[in-house]
């Protein structure tokens, strides 16, 4: 069972009802000797129940001119007593109490969901000292630069990257991928997630005040307060419908005084029909289920900016997806070297000094072909990036370029050569290298689609969604084998694009439904805001990816999009339901009130029972499948398997770590 939180609220709700409770002990005819708590009851209810109530409203209307609805309960519970049914307008405030409470409770609940990450991270970490020497520190006290020593089974006290060691690390915390990942020196690690085996150096990147969880916990604090537009059509009509209602209960009173009835009689019915008609429910369904949801989405890995973004996932029905390190791996290989007028070591050493200034997976893959070789990259300065084209530096020979076809062109460069053309003609990725405006060479680089990608198209297919597309500034053989491989239709892949190309598309796309845009955050940035959503891929611990979409996927499993768009159409259907259930109850409620004889305490049972019911239905999203637990023993087997076939990484032994 979960702990009740004691703050303000809940202290005066159980004073509430303490009075209640003593008030109908009075009442209750079998003891007469009770009957002295009766009255002392009913004013510890009105005091309680009634004054914050009062309070808070009052403070509201004077700061912020604006009417609350908890004003329409006080004053439906003093009418109550003027008409001599102080017992009804007790029963109202402390129903009223107790479902405000379970509310706050229940929100608040949703709110904490994202912030018991903290809970998680350790208090100490083992920091190298100067000599060599190994301390145990708190976990706050660590800067960027230490080094930190992570023994097995430990977590890791914050953001940082791997110096020395390599074993397998769960970061279903921050990813909500249950699969471990092998790690190895050069890698990023994030705080909170555990080292399962080996013995791991790792250098500290970012403070516990800047990791990838407190970032992950301020922007879910900022989606929450951001209202969507839902959120806000619904506060916007429950301030003008408080006033409808209050003018609504005052001419009910004059009607019913008019066709006979004596004051008290049309005061109690007025009394009623102001319970009956407020909007509480209508105006709480919507944000239960968006705080609901969003919490539930961090947990699982997927980070809104918004309840707008969510509501806007819901309605998409057209996806746009980069290819490189979005629907593939991104952990591309060189599979051909054509040098033209060198050998290839020296080739290479050109080509491999240019791409150590840039940070696209097809220059990882040419840094790590160098490196296995043993290779130096060339000394290479003064260098600018080409989006979509390639990179350009120089040496003490004069200019420097790599890139694609594009890039060729722009140097006024050629590519008609056999050799080349072999590479020009395959399914590979063609990265030339050359100088001026003649071409030394070019590598063939190949990468292979996300084996999460065909599954989560088919997924997305499947809830409904009526095209996909795929974008790349790749050449088109390219593009046509990844697309063939996750099942796409040659006019569903547009290959050779630039951005502007890419946010050209886009707005076309946006012509025929809502569109997402999904990429890496960095090199899509403009894509990414043209379209209605934009959806950055494997975000964690990067900051530009983080500020560039509305939603962001922490890990790299294709699934979690698919995840994703489920839960935010099933909000959508939540906050639906919540808004026939509110609206359904307050029309029964209001025509009983009306014609028929509706008593006061009858009244406020249906309100505050459907209001509470719309916040436990929105509560349900918390448990989404989005957030599926991890599965250890899988995991291990799978880390055990990825261990067994990587080359063997030198780490550091126990003996030569004094932990």
């Avoid at 890139?403 to 080349?420: F, K």
């Avoid at 395959?426 to 003649?438: D, F, N, Q």
């Avoid at 209605?532 to 975000?539: E, H, N, S, T």
């Avoid at 499948?625 to 030198?650: F, K, Q, Y």
Wanted: aromatic fraction near 4%; charged fraction near 20%.
């Amino acid at each position: 069972m979960k702990r009740l939180s004691f703050d303000t609220p809940t202290v005066m709700s159980l004073l509430t009802v303490l009075g209640m409770v003593l008030a109908t002990a009075g009442t209750w005819p079998p003891a007469e000797g009770l009957a002295v708590l009766r009255w002392p009851g009913l004013a510890l209810v009105y005091l309680a129940g009634g004054l914050p109530a009062t309070g808070s409203a009052l403070l509201a209307l004077w700061r912020q001119h604006v009417l609350d609805i908890d004003l329409l309960m006080v004053v439906a519970a003093v009418a109550a007593a003027v008409v001599g049914a102080p017992f009804e307008g007790a029963v109202l405030l402390t129903l009223f109490s107790v479902s405000t409470t379970l509310e706050h409770q229940a929100l608040g609940r949703a709110r904490r969901a994202v912030e018991a990450l903290m809970a998680l991270r350790p208090e100490t970490a083992f920091r190298r000292q100067a000599d060599g020497s190994v301390l145990e520190v708190p976990a706050a006290e660590l800067a960027v630069g230490d080094v930190v020593i992570l023994r097995p089974g430990a977590r890791v006290p914050a953001d940082g990257v791997i110096l020395l060691g390599r074993g397998g690390i769960d970061e279903a915390n921050i990813t909500g991928e249950s699969m471990p990942v092998s790690k190895e020196p050069g890698q990023q690690v994030f705080e909170a997630t555990v080292n399962l085996d080996g013995i791991l150096e790792v250098e500290v990147a970012r403070t516990i005040g800047d990791s990838t969880i407190a970032r992950m916990i301020r922007l879910v604090t900022e989606a929450q307060e951001a209202k969507a537009p839902s959120e806000r059509f619904s506060a916007w009509f429950g301030q003008r419908y408080t006033v409808a209602v209050l003018l609504g209960a005052a001419l009910a009173f004059a009607v019913f005084y008019g066709v006979g009835r004596d004051w008290e009689q049309a005061l109690y019915r007025a009394a009623t029909l102001l319970v009956a008609a407020s909007p509480c429910a209508i105006v709480i369904s919507v944000p239960a289920a968006i705080l609901s949801a969003l919490s539930a989405a961090a947990r699982g890995g997927v980070l809104f900016k918004g309840g707008g973004a969510l509501e806007t996932l819901a309605a998409v029905n057209i996806f746009a997806f980069d290819k490189t390190g979005t629907l593939t791996n991104g952990r591309a290989a060189v599979t051909r070297i054509v040098a033209l007028d060198a050998d290839e070591c020296g080739f290479l050493s050109l080509l491999a000094g240019l791409e150590a200034h840039s940070e696209h997976h097809v220059a990882a893959a040419i840094r790590r072909e160098a490196a296995a070789r043993g290779i130096a990259p060339a000394h290479v300065v003064d260098v600018s990036a080409r989006p979509s084209a390639g990179i350009v530096g120089s040496d003490a020979l004069g200019v420097l370029w790599a890139g694609n076809l594009h890039l060729v062109r722009d140097m006024g460069a050629s590519v008609d050569h056999a050799r080349l053309r072999e590479l020009t003609d395959s399914a590979e990725t063609v990265v030339y290298l050359g100088r001026g405006p003649a071409v030394l060479g070019a590598v063939g680089v190949a990468d292979e689609a996300r084996a999460s990608s065909a599954p989560a198209l088919a997924a997305l297919r499947a809830g409904g969604v009526r095209r996909i597309v795929m974008m790349t500034g790749d050449r088109r053989p390219v593009a046509l084998r990844i697309g063939g491989q996750l099942g796409l239709a040659p006019d569903e892949i547009h290959a050779e694009m630039l951005p502007q190309d890419k946010v050209r598309h886009v707005g076309d796309l946006a012509s025929g439904g809502t569109v997402a845009f999904v990429g890496d955050g960095v090199n899509d940035a403009a894509a990414l805001a043209r379209a209605d959503v934009g959806i950055a891929m494997g975000a964690a611990g990067s900051d530009v990816a983080l500020q560039a979409a509305d939603v962001a996927l922490l890990s790299e499993d294709m699934k979690k999009l698919a995840d994703a768009q489920r839960l935010a159409r099933r909000t959508a259907a939540i906050i639906r339901q919540n808004l026939v259930v509110a609206i359904g109850a307050m029309l029964v409620l209001v025509t009983g009130g009306l014609f028929f004889d509706l008593p006061l305490p009858l009244a406020v049972v249906g309100h505050e029972g459907g209001t509470v019911l719309v916040v436990l239905n929105g509560l349900r999203l918390l448990s989404d499948p989005i957030r599926r637990p991890v599965d250890r023993a899988a995991s291990v087997r799978a880390l055990e398997d990825g261990l067994a076939t990587s080359p063997p990484v030198a780490a550091t032994s126990p003996a030569d770590t004094p932990v």
